[in-house]
T-cell receptor
């Protein structure tokens, strides 16, 4: 069965620093992987998705993620953090496009000036 | 185009009561999924509907039910509410099961007292 694990429930960075949010997946079939962001009292916004077309995926707001099959990882990065990046980030996966998503527990990103 | 819309935004109910939550998908999307997000956790899949038929069900008790209408909107019903049902209920839509990523609405915040 598919499972998604996010390492680190809380990550704190300074403005301008590198952002790295970790996600590992467990799947018996090639997965579809996603990163979503959630701002307080809002729904989820899709940042980027991996669908096997390319291992390095670029998303919105300067975020990108790299799919590494050997490490079963799909870590999210951004070269330079901005105050507006402070939010909750969720990694999610599914075995088929458009079907039920399995979410990680989320990582809260704090950005200090 | 309007995104996924949900109503109501907030709801307060008493234990044992029944609640109905509503969702309208993005225009042209025929599949709707429901998720429960308890505070501090990632969303958990409840149901997926496509063309008015249930296409997936998560690990939730029979107190939870849903349906999809001919215009592809959907209702989530929860009977005999428990304190533990307090959560943010998210609706997501995709063009069809097996295609596309899921786009989420803003959610309905349900508080059970």
């Amino acid at each position: 069965a598919q499972s998604v694990t996010q390492l680190g429930s809380h990550v704190s960075v300074s403005e301008g620093a590198l952002v790295l949010l970790r996600c590992n997946y467990s799947s018996s079939v090639p997965p579809y992987l996603f990163w979503y962001v959630q701002y307080p009292n809002q729904g989820l916004q899709l940042l980027l998705k991996y669908t096997s077309a390319a291992t390095l995926v670029k998303g919105i707001n300067g975020f990108e993620a790299e799919f590494k099959k050997s490490e079963t990882s799909f870590h999210l990065t951004k070269p330079s953090a901005h105050m507006s990046d402070a939010a909750e980030y969720f990694c999610a996966g599914s075995n088929q496009a458009g079907t039920a998503l399995i979410f990680g527990k989320g990582t809260t990103l704090s950005v200090s000036s | 185009d309007a995104g996924v819309t949900q109503s109501p935004t907030h709801l307060i109910k008493t234990r044992g009561q029944h609640v109905t939550l509503r969702c309208s998908p993005i225009s042209g999307h025929k599949s709707v999924s429901w998720y429960q997000q308890v505070l501090g956790q990632g969303p958990q899949f409840i149901f997926q509907y496509y063309e008015k038929e249930e296409r997936g069900r998560g690990n939730f008790p029979d107190r939870f039910s849903a349906r999809q209408f001919p215009n592809y909107s959907s209702e989530l019903n929860v009977n005999a509410l428990l304190l533990g049902d307090s959560a943010l209920y998210l609706c997501a839509s995709t063009p069809r099961t097996g295609e596309g990523e899921q786009y989420f609405g803003p959610g309905t915040r349900l508080t059970v007292t």
